[in-house]
């Protein structure tokens, strides 16, 4: 019913567009205008609505022209936007014309962090990328941990559209953690020439994303934790120095 398509966007951007049979679009995370403008007349599509995860500008950048230029189009968003949007305050889904997205909060990036899931796309911004996740900058470490086994529990067929193209530094980053590792080091070969790499998907991330894996027990014995908060915050440390 719905179809997704990606632009490239500043150095690694995505900024994500749904677009139904009639040609309705709903923009997600547009860092900046000009490139989105560009696609929309090229496609003749019509905006009926923006989608924003976070406040940092490389998701935000765009707003202010992108209302300029189509004056109708609605804004939703998390109340740590300064913008003039619709605040998504303990809501757990918007509307945008037949485009029904479930709300998700998932603090730990930043601390009003959402991500917006229409089956089967998962627009998860700066929390969820593949083969990784965001850095830790307003929440805790457990608040991330848990915002990640949250979406772990979407479907497997979830199309994780995240919202930078960092899966080859993430995957080099795995096969450094664990360099025996057949799921990742297969992935990494298969995806080594590739510019674009996503969506992915979950069941593949399940394999492959050290930050999903946390609750293993082997990964723990491992490393010598013995719970998953530990770990997962010993990754994140090295991820955060590679």
């Known amino acids: 019913?719905?179809?997704?398509?990606?632009?490239?966007?500043?150095?690694?951007?995505?900024?994500?567009?749904?677009?139904?049979?009639?040609?309705?679009?709903?923009?997600?995370?547009?860092?900046?205008?000009?490139?989105?403008?560009?696609y929309i007349n090229k496609h003749q599509l019509l905006p009926l609505g923006?989608?924003?995860?976070?406040?940092?500008?490389?998701?935000?950048?765009?707003?202010?022209?992108?209302?300029?230029?189509?004056?109708?189009?609605?804004?939703?968003?998390?109340?740590?936007?300064?913008?003039?949007?619709?605040?998504?305050?303990?809501?757990?889904?918007?509307?945008?014309?037949?485009?029904?997205?479930?709300?998700?909060?998932?603090?730990?990036?930043?601390?009003?962090?959402?991500?917006?899931?229409?089956k089967p796309f998962l627009f998860s911004g700066d929390t969820l990328f593949s083969a990784g996740c965001g850095r830790v900058f307003e929440g805790t470490y457990q608040q991330m941990l848990d915002s990640l086994n949250h979406?772990?529990?979407?479907?497997?067929?979830?199309?994780?559209?995240?919202?930078h193209e960092y899966t080859l530094s993430n995957l080099a980053f795995a096969s450094q953690m664990l360099p025996d590792d057949e799921n990742i080091k297969s992935y990494l070969n298969s995806i080594s020439k590739q510019s674009q790499t996503l969506p992915s998907i979950l069941s593949k991330e399940k394999q492959i994303n050290l930050f999903l894996r946390c609750h293993e027990n082997q990964l723990q014995n491992k490393f010598n934790f013995n719970n998953e908060l530990d770990l997962f915050v010993f990754f994140r440390s090295q991820k955060d120095i590679f």
């Open 50 to 118: 923006i989608l924003i995860t976070h406040h940092h500008i490389d998701h935000t950048g765009g707003v202010y022209e992108l209302k300029n230029q189509y004056q109708n189009i609605e804004i939703y968003g998390p109340s740590e936007i300064d913008l003039p949007i619709n605040y998504l305050v303990n809501q757990n889904s918007v509307c945008i014309g037949d485009f029904n997205f479930t709300v998700i909060a998932v603090p730990g990036h930043t601390l009003g962090h959402l991500v917006y899931y229409c």
């Open 1 to 38: 019913m719905y179809q997704l398509h990606s632009i490239k966007s500043l150095k690694d951007n995505y900024i994500w567009i749904l677009t139904n049979p009639n040609n309705q679009a709903v923009i997600i995370d547009p860092g900046e205008a000009e490139p989105v403008i560009n």
């Open 151 to 163: 979406l772990k529990k979407l479907p497997n067929d979830t199309l994780v559209c995240a919202g």
